[in-house]
């Protein structure tokens, strides 16, 4: 019955929109506005004690044009991508090792699992904390261990040539729990005959990683690093806690350098201007994984 | 389902191999699990060591002795300062924000799973665009406007900042979860004269509740944990748990045993909320970028 | 499989109950308003920060006095310097009700004050209900006050210390074994501690690491300046061949004569060192100093004073005042007076230096008052007359530098430019000219015309 079934159509139709009508709404408000608003202010020198800057637009790239010449953001960026590159190295070298041990089934293993996910859920300023304890030479334990070896080793966040290696430690600790469970999972998936062929081959654990796993796992490495690369660049909690940017700015990341302007200095048209390319970055970064993972579900239907 | 890869059992190795690794490919699970085991210790070190230090005595804090007396000092100390209304705003937040982003999300993740709408990719990017901003785009308009609104330092303010990476998980991870649902029981009951909605409570709720209540813990962790925010956001009335904690550095001689107490205490509900998790762990970190 | 019983309205109680829940949150914590009974402010609450000074951390001990008396329930919190001024300075831009009374930093004044994010006091100062005429604000040091007042002179601060460097030499028994009085100027310094240094295990200099405070003393000793001529003239000066040279003496004294990671001591841990006996000289806030003849100092006997050492061009004891002031949202003033009023009373005051001896109060009452006086005298010399000189010297102006609005963008510079001399990472002229150009472009930022 042709009439009937266009009704219905038409109500079903309604009814997801009105579903969706919610969600849309709250998103645009939450998203669009706050993201209207920070361009507009990269715009203005919008600094609290003069509030004159609130609505000056008479020179809207002025903001644009300082940061082109300003060292120090330049230097963050720099320190952005070195900490980036490295952390992100270190999480997939990490869990994929990681993930390899615990491929194997045994009870262990599979307990062990779970305990490996302890430094990816804990509250990221706990994370902090706990490295600073780490790194604190009169009460870390490491310290006084390397003391007690004769191998002293002086404080490594106060060292400028140091700090941001530490700070890449304690970011590779705190998630490489997130390849290693991208990776297990996709070990999971590897059939069995290819692995045993190679065995019965005599291959050897190298050959057999090179050869037969590697190419099962290699989309998710891509995947994983992505969003680890995305994620190092909210790095914030460490840095607040360990370091402070310091010592100087050998640890400010351009995600830093945007709070300390806007935060410290009170320079929210500067520090607006930092973030608004910060965005524009990401987003870039955004198209990418989509490009390379195809929207899962749009795909899946 | 998942398939256990075993590494399988070794025949008689060829008189070539030296003795040595004979040795080591028969024990070879057993090494593993040593492997493993020590591995699990040295990485939990850190975090273990901060938990025991949270019950020795101050005067001993910063000691090395295994064996020590433990107290609770530190954790009545706690009790008695601010640290217990930031804890008791942190539960607030995280548990609204969590319920606002189900009610307006799973609703909004249903549709987009069903309608076929073309804009779906399109919102589907979106919501991974938001996901993946850096908090301090958004933090600096919140800022700016919290002020004139008044809601700085309100626990309003910080549930409604918290929608914006929630909301976009729970679509982001409900969509798969309705999608595996079979839509010809949802068809059954629309011809049974059930609307779209009355056909999703009865029949694709109940079949989604695992991936209900992992988005839902999901979503709690994820704004417990939130320091950032809070801590640009508020200031006395609204200081959530993380924020509280750094109240306790005092660029000078911390206050150790508090701190660790205090860490250990924030850390303890999203420990076990994650174990309860873990499998739904990775996706919803992801956004969804893995294919179960 | 049907459920019967479950309708759309799950959705409409799952939203009522969020609705419900939502009520309290935008509600504040109860600041109820005085009800009658027997105390005034019975019920109140009153949130107060302060940095983690020697004064604010001494009366949070006194903080239940305070609720007996008044009724007011006090919520205290006292970070660090650069943590607290970051949060106070955050919190008072957005002019929000989170805090009810907040420490004034004098670097900060300038910038607070002519934002209008503080409340004016003189109206509570005056009002005779509010004000009692005994509690005696003309006691204060008139120039302790200055600071806190705006170009039409309304105070908006009442300040509770003047920061005061001076020198002090905990183990000045080694100087004179070795035939030396206190130097007096920098290069006697230089000498004294040549000789000195690790002798009976104990390192010769030490400075808090907060350069931007210790600097400027060394620099305008050289006669060198922050800026041109503040406050007018705000070029900054950091490139000047007097600041490097300054930079490369005050490294030098550090890295000679000071102990392993001298780079990285804090105000509290030089004090802790200089009781301890550790270390020997420092260029040293006044109020600390107090502190090497009090209970558990190991120095009293070997200790003595000075002022700070002469350069080429003079002698500059860097000077400071803090205060406390209301912010300009707080919502209960009057009880925010109270607390203030009783934090800087006469008697407070006095029980803190009797007890406690602190050191550099503000009130010229208790300066002349013989108990002070007594418990200031450490080892026969009167570290309180060695304070109120070095006050007297910064009337000529010298610290006009410091209460420039801008001037906190300029101590951050100042105090990584040091950082990255004093631990080697780059000479003096090269950190100093990036300091420069640092504050130039921060200035720029800040709205200062050049």
């Given amino acids: ?48 004690t003069l509030p ?17 010449e300003d060292p120090r953001f330049t230097r963050s960026v720099w320190i952005q991508v070195k900490l980036s590159i490295t952390t992100v190295i270190g999480q997939l070298l990490v869990g994929l090792g990681v993930a390899l041990l615990l491929n194997g089934s045994s009870r262990v293993r599979t307990l062990a699992r779970s305990g490996f996910l302890i430094p990816m859920v804990l509250p990221p300023i706990v994370v902090g904390i706990l490295w600073r304890v780490m790194y604190a030479v009169d009460i870390s334990p490491f310290h006084r261990f390397m003391a007690f070896i004769g191998l002293p080793v002086p404080s490594l966040i106060t060292d400028p040539n140091w700090a941001l290696t530490a700070i890449v430690i304690a970011e590779t600790w705190e998630w490489f729990p997130f390849t290693m469970l991208m990776v297990l999972a996709a070990l999971q998936m590897i059939p069995a005959s290819p692995l045993e062929a190679a065995r019965i081959d005599g291959a050897n654990d190298w050959q057999i990683f090179r050869f037969v796993m590697f190419p099962y796992i290699q989309s998710t490495l891509v995947v994983a690093a992505i969003f680890r690369l995305i994620d190092s660049i909210k790095a914030f909690p460490l840095i607040f806690v360990l370091t402070d940017g310091g010592p100087g700015d050998v640890t400010e990341v351009t995600n830093y350098y945007a709070y300390r302007q806007a935060f410290t200095f009170s320079l929210w048209g500067y520090g607006s201007a930092i973030a608004t390319l910060m965005v524009a970055g990401v987003f870039v970064l955004s198209y990418l994984i989509d490009r390379l993972t195809g929207v899962a579900h749009a795909e899946a239907d | ?68 007396t433990p107290t609770l000092a530190h954790y ?21 924000s969590t319920v606002l982003a189900m009610v307006i999300g799973v609703p909004a993740a249903y549709a987009l799973s069903r309608s076929g709408f073309k804009s779906s990719r399109r919102i589907a990017l979106w919501i991974l665009a938001t996901r993946m901003a850096p908090p301090i785009a958004f933090t600096i308009p919140f800022f700016l406007a919290y002020r004139h609104l008044g809601l700085s330092d309100t626990l309003l303010g910080l ?19 309705f999608d595996g649902v079979p839509r010809e029981l949802e068809e059954a009951a629309w011809i049974d004269g059930c609307g779209v909605w009355e056909a999703f409570c009865r029949v694709t709720l109940p079949l989604s509740a695992p991936g209900l209540a992992a988005t839902a813990v999901i979503c709690f962790i994820l704004s417990w944990n939130d320091f950032f925010y809070a801590l640009v956001l508020t200031r006395t009335n609204a200081s959530t748990a993380p924020v509280a904690i750094v109240n306790f550095i005092q660029y000078t001689g911390w206050e150790w045993g508090r701190i660790a107490a205090a860490g250990t205490l924030v850390m303890l509900p999203v420990v076990l909320f994650s174990m309860l998790v873990r499998n739904y762990l990775v996706r919803g970190l992801a956004a969804g970028g893995v294919k179960e | 499989m049907a459920h019967p019983n479950l309708r759309v309205t799950r959705r409409q109680a799952l939203r009522k109950a969020a609705g419900a829940l939502f009520i309290p949150f935008t509600l504040r914590a109860g600041k109820a308003p005085a009800q009658g009974g027997r105390r005034p402010f019975e019920g109140v609450t009153l949130n107060i920060s302060c940095w983690s000074a020697t004064y604010p951390k001494l009366i949070a001990d006194y903080l239940p006095e305070f609720q007996e008396q008044t009724g007011i329930k006090v919520n205290y919190d006292t970070p660090g310097f650069p943590v607290y001024n970051q949060r106070a300075d955050l919190e008072l831009s957005t002019k929000g009700s989170g805090f009810d009374v907040l420490n004034v930093t004098f670097i900060y004044t300038s910038r607070w004050i002519g934002a209008g994010w503080l409340t004016p006091l003189d109206p509570f100062i005056a009002d005779a209900n509010k004000t009692p005429a005994d509690w005696d604000f003309a006691d204060f040091v008139p120039g302790s006050v200055q ?12 300040p509770w210390i003047s920061d005061v460097l001076i020198a002090a030499a905990a183990r000045f028994d080694l100087l004179a074994a070795n035939g030396f009085g206190m130097p007096d100027t920098l290069d006697e310094l230089d000498k004294a501690l040549q000789v000195v240094n690790k002798k009976d295990g104990v390192a010769g200099f030490i400075a808090e690491n907060h350069w931007g405070w210790i600097y400027p003393a060394y620099l305008q000793a050289f006669g060198g300046n922050v800026f041109r001529n503040p406050p007018d003239d705000l070029m900054p000066t950091l490139d000047t061949p007097e600041a490097a040279a300054a930079a490369e003496m005050l490294a030098r004294l550090l890295n000679s004569y000071g102990p392993e990671a001298a780079a990285g001591y804090s105000y509290d841990q030089v004090t802790e060192a200089l009781r301890a006996g550790r270390i020997n000289y420092s260029t040293h806030n006044h109020v600390f100093c107090a502190l090497l003849g009090e209970e558990g100092s190991k120095v009293v006997k070997t200790s003595n004073f000075s002022m700070i050492p002469k350069g080429p061009k003079g002698r500059f004891p860097g000077v400071a005042s803090h205060g406390w002031g209301i912010p300009v949202g707080a919502k209960n003033k009057d009880a925010s007076w109270e607390f203030i009023k009783w934090a800087l009373s006469k008697d407070l005051i006095r029980r803190l230096t009797q007890k406690h001896g602190l050191g550099s109060v503000t009130r010229k009452s208790l300066i002349g008052s013989a108990d002070y006086k007594q418990r200031m005298v450490i080892n026969g010399i009167d570290t309180g007359q060695l304070f109120l000189d070095s006050i007297t010297m910064s009337e000529q102006g010298y610290m006009k530098y410091r209460t420039v609005h801008v001037y906190p963008q300029a101590n951050a510079q100042i105090t990584q430019a040091l950082g990255r001399i004093i631990s080697g990472q780059m000479k003096a002229k090269e950190s100093l000219a990036l300091a420069q150009a640092n504050t130039l472009a921060d200035l720029k930022r800040a709205g200062v015309r050049f």
């Fill in chain 1, 1 to 48: 019955m042709p009439a009937r079934r266009l009704a219905w159509g038409a109500q079903r139709r309604r009814s997801f929109l009105l579903g969706i009508a919610p969600a849309v709404l709250v998103l645009a408000i939450i998203t669009i506005a706050p993201a209207i608003y920070l361009v507009a202010t990269s715009l203005t020198p919008l600094n609290l």
């Fill in chain 1, 52 to 68: 004159g800057t609130a609505w000056d637009f008479s020179a809207p790239a002025a903001n644009y044009l300082d940061l082109a």
């Fill in chain 2, 1 to 68: 389902m998942q398939r256990q890869i075993e590494p399988g059992p070794v025949a008689a190795p060829p008189l070539r191999v030296p003795p040595s690794r004979y040795w080591v490919q028969r024990h070879r699970r057993r090494l593993g699990d040593i492997g493993t085991v020590g591995l699990l210790l040295l990485v939990l070190f850190p975090f273990v060591w901060l938990v025991q230090m949270s019950f020795r005595p101050n005067a001993d804090i910063l000691g090395y002795d295994l064996l020590f």
């Fill in chain 2, 76 to 96: 009545r100390a706690l009790w008695t300062g601010a640290f217990p209304a930031s804890f008791l705003n942190s539960m607030i937040t995280s548990l609204a």
């Fill in chain 2, 159 to 177: 549930i409604i900042v918290y929608l914006t990476f929630n909301l976009a998980l729970v679509i982001w991870m409900m969509q798969p979860f």
């Fill in chain 3, 147 to 158: 600071p806190m007042r705006d170009k039409t002179g309304a105070v908006y601060g009442i």
